[in-house]
């Protein structure tokens, strides 16, 4: 049984070990999934991840090559223990490079599990490349059903867009499908039922997210967050849901539940009431080359200036694995002393 809540260090009395072939902190927790954003860019605006303007982007000298990524990710995979590389953003699809860089994913040995976090605007035309370069799996992002409301929330007209791209994401044999949605108070939160009718019809699966203080215009509060509690009681009053116990949930952010006695389920990503930091398996690679040991880290690594000064891979992994170490055991947002981080969770890698 993994325990989720954040705990003191077991010891650090064995300190680092140099060259060790994975990615541990002092806690004892081994980073395996790693998150990269291909771009800080995006073609919507949801309010709960940036102002209707936009935001200043990465000037595009700061960002990684395709060849940066891929000689980045190949030393993660090949030296660092990493088995699973998600490619993320801002928005993943406006990456021209993108289906290049699946397929040279795809050929790195040993091979890992590759998957895509996307607004789905253009997966109509791409979902089909992607996965003949070899992308497993896709999370697409939708918030409602309802045009007016996708234009209120995403500042943007493009629901039907990425319907399309769901559609071509299950043609295309992705598997699974998966959808997420942030529930926002007096916006979409009327929704929540629907949005599980529709991803039961069509065999996606569901999963809630609470929304957590990562926006660029640093306007959460807690208040106005739909917690998960909040979220189930909303669900109950469609379905019967129950604990999942037949799959272990690992290190997954989504607690899932059984729909109507199952087989399908709906999970719920508790990140703020229901915190999973003890388990977590993550470490993230920002556009412009900055290794974050966690979403709310407030202090980075740079692998892209010491890859253009000439750094071995040797000395990178040694980067890498001290980066990872001094992780700290959770997000925080609980303690009085806790600092959003100054880049928004678009610059991120969500
Ligand atoms: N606290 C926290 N939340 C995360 C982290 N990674 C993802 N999330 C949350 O989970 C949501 C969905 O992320 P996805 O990119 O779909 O990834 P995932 O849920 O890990 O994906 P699966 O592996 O398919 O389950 C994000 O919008 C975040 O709200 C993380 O490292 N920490
Ligand atoms: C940052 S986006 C990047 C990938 C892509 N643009 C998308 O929307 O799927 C990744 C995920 O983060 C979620 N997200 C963005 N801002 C968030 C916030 N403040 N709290 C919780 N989730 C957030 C989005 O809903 C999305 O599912
Ligand atoms: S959540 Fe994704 S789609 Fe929405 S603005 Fe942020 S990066 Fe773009
Ligand atoms: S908040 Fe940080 S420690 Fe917690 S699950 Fe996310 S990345 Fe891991």
Not at 229 to 244: K, N, Q, S, V
Request: proline share 6%; charged share 30%; aromatic share 4%.
């Amino acid at each position: 049984m993994i325990d989720r809540n954040p705990r003191r260090p077991t010891s650090r009395a064995g300190g680092l070990q140099e060259g060790a072939p994975v990615l541990v902190d002092t806690f004892g927790r081994t980073a395996t999934d790693l998150r990269v954003s291909l771009t800080d860019r995006c073609n919507l605006r949801c309010s709960y991840c940036m102002p209707p303007e936009g935001l200043d982007w990465l000037p595009k000298p700061e960002l990684l090559t395709d060849d940066e990524v891929v000689r980045l990710v190949g030393l993660a995979v090949r030296e660092l223990g990493v088995t699973e590389v998600r490619y993320t953003g801002g928005e993943p699809l406006l990456r021209r490079g993108l289906p290049g860089i699946v397929r040279r994913t795809a050929e790195l040995e040993p091979r890992p599990r590759i998957s895509l976090t996307t607004n789905g605007i253009g997966l109509d035309r791409l979902a089909g490349p992607l996965a003949e370069a070899g992308l497993d799996r896709v999370n697409v992002s939708l918030d409602t059903l309802d045009r007016d409301t996708f234009r209120r929330l995403a500042h943007r007209d493009r629901l039907d867009d990425v319907l399309a791209g769901l559609v071509a994401a299950r043609a295309a044999g992705l598997d699974p499908v998966k959808i997420n949605a942030v529930l926002l108070r007096g916006v979409n939160d009327h929704e929540a039922v629907l949005l599980l009718r529709f991803a039961l019809d069509h065999g996606y699966r569901l999963r809630f997210i609470e929304q957590m203080p990562l926006d660029a215009q640093h306007g959460w509060t807690r208040k106005d967050m739909i917690t998960a509690d909040e979220i189930l009681d909303r669900l109950a009053e469609g379905f019967t849901l129950a604990p999942d116990i037949e799959h272990d949930r690992g290190s997954a952010p989504a607690e899932t539940f059984t729909v109507d006695g199952g087989p399908a389920t709906v999970g719920v990503i508790g990140s703020v009431t229901r915190p999973f930091c003890g388990a977590c398996d993550r470490v993230r690679l920002t556009a412009d080359g900055q290794v974050r040991n966690c979403l709310f880290a407030v202090e980075e690594s740079d692998l892209r200036g010491a890859l253009r000064g000439g750094a071995t891979d040797a000395e990178l992994a040694d980067r890498w694995r001290k980066a990872v170490w001094v992780k700290r055991a959770g997000h925080g947002i609980d303690d009085p002393s806790f600092l959003q981080p100054s880049r928004p969770m678009s610059a991120i890698g969500g």
